[in-house]
C-alpha cells in the first residue's frame, strides 16, 4: 500500500514537472503554443499526462535509486563523528538563511523562471559553503562556545547578590562535632556560613532526647552555634527554605547547596561520597584534620608517655596530642612512663595515621 502511495507521488510530480517545463518554454518561446482555448488545454493536460505516466513507470527505478541513495547517505554518515555532523548542520542552516535574502532580490527583478533558477543556484551554492566551512572551523566554533559559556558563569558568579565567597552550609554531624568553632576562630573559613531551620530542627530534636547521650550532643551542637554567632566575625545566615517534598535532612543539604551554589562543611563520610556524585564540592572537617596533622619520618627522636598496652606481646601504646597512636616496640614494661623513642616506620589507613616506634634506650644497647 504505501508502494503504491509513494509511486502515485512520482508520478504527481512528473506531471508537474512536465507542466513547469512546458512552461519555460512557453515564456522562452522556443515554440509558439496556444495558451488559451480548447487546444491549450489539451496541450497542458497533454504533456503533464505525459510525464505523470512515465514517471509512474519510472517510479520502481527511481524507488531502488533512492533507498541506494538513502543507504550510501547512511553508511557515510555513521562514519563521520556526531560532532562534524551538528556543525555541519549548524553551516547550512546559516548557509540557507543568507541564501533567502539573497535570492528575495531577484524575486522583485520579474524575470520569470531565470529568478527561480537562480533561487535554486544561491540556495545550492550557499549550503554547500556553510556545510563546509563549518566543519572545517568546528575548532574555532567550539572554543567560540566554550568562551561564551565562560562569560555567562563569570557573569552569573558577579551576579551573586550577598556573597563575596561561595555560601558553606554546615551539616549536623559538623555542628554536634564541635571543631568548626575552632576552625571559624582561626579564618581559614570565610562567610557566609549557612545554617539551615531543618539542621536546627534536628539539633533541638537530638537536645529533648530521653537518651542522656544523644541530649549532651545535642546541647552540645546548639552551644557551638551560640558561640560562632556571638564570638566570631563571621556572617552568618540562617535559612528558611523547607523542601516539603522531602524528608531526610541529608538530602534538603544536597538540594540547597545546589540552590544556593555552595559547599556543605561536613564530616560525614555517605553524605560526602553522595555529594561528590552529585558534584557538589564538599569541605570535609576530617580531612582536614589528617592533612594539618605533624608529618614524622622514619628515624626521627620523639618524647611519648606510654599509656597502656598494644594488642602484640611486649608492644605498648602511646598518642599524640592530635590523637595520632604511636605503637611503641618493647614498650609494655613502661606504661605509665615518658620516654624517648626513635619512629621506625609511619602507616597512613582510611582511619588516620599510625606511627611505629621503639625505645631510644634499646638503640642505644645495640650500639
Known sequence: MIEKIIKISIGIMGALLGYGLLAIVKVSELIILPNTGWLGLTINLGVALFFGIIFYLLSPTI??????LAQRIEEELQNVPAYDIATGS???????????????????????YFGFVGSVILFGLFGY???KIATKKKDDLSNAIKDIGASRIQTKQKLKEGYNSSPKILDTSVVIDGRILDVCTTGFIE?????????????QHIADSSDGLKRNRGRRGLDVLNKIQKEIDIEIIIHDKKFEDTKEVDSKLLKLTQLMDGKIITNDYNLNKVAEVQGIEVLNINELANAVKP???????MMVHVVKAGKEMDQGLA????????????GKKHIGQSIEVIVTS??????????????????????
Open 129 to 131: 559553503l556553510g556545510v
Open 63 to 68: 524507488i531502488k535509486l533512492g533507498k541506494k
Open 346 to 367: 609511619v602507616l597512613q589507613t582510611s582511619a588516620g595515621k599510625m606511627i611505629f616506634a621503639k625505645p631510644k634506650s634499646m638503640t642505644d644497647k645495640a650500639v
Open 319 to 330: 598518642y599524640l596530642d592530635d590523637g595520632t597512636m604511636i605503637v611503641v616496640e618493647s
Open 191 to 203: 562567610g557566609p556560613l549557612v545554617i539551615p531551620e531543618f539542621v536546627l530542627h534536628e539539633l
Open 90 to 112: 549548524f553551516g547550512l542552516i546559516i548557509g540557507l538563511i543568507i541564501a533567502f535574502f539573497l535570492s528575495k532580490p531577484l524575486e522583485n527583478l520579474n524575470i520569470g
Open 295 to 301: 608529618v614524622v619520618l622514619p628515624g626521627e627522636e
